[in-house]
């Protein structure tokens, strides 16, 4: 059973940092391409970024590129996103997800992924 648990969401101001986690289990972490999504109440669920398994290259959404870091740790079968200069407008519910990827691309739609997790609330204050 593929289980995916998000920590590390919470209040801060804008300006400020944090730092998600999600950990894996149940699936062969180091084949899956991760990916983190959020979601804003009254609006649909958006890519934000992901790292491929085969090569660790990355992606990002552009409201989040320069500010916001995925890494992971395949030892530890964790990923993580690095959120720095936080925005009001970042304030939604992370999410992150698991995707088998042979091909060339990496997938930003949530459709695409294949496992999730329950998502953890990040809220940033004016």
């Known amino acids: 059973q593929v289980q995916l648990v998000e920590v590390g969401g919470g209040l801060v101001q804008a300006g400020e940092s944090l730092r998600l986690s999600c950990s894996a289990s149940?699936?062969?972490?180091?084949?899956?391409?991760m990916g983190w999504f959020r979601q804003a109440p009254g609006k649909e669920r958006e890519f934000i970024a992901a790292v491929r398994w085969i090569s660790g290259m990355t992606t990002y959404a552009d409201a989040v590129k320069d500010r916001f870091t995925i890494s992971r740790d395949n030892a530890r079968y964790t990923i993580y996103l690095q959120m720095n200069s936080l925005k009001p407008e970042d304030t939604a519910v992370y999410y992150c997800a698991a995707k088998v990827n042979y091909a060339t691309v990496i997938f930003r739609r949530p459709i695409d992924y294949d496992y999730w997790g329950q998502g953890t609330q990040v809220t940033v204050s004016s």
């Open positions: 149940g699936l062969t972490f180091s084949k899956y391409d």
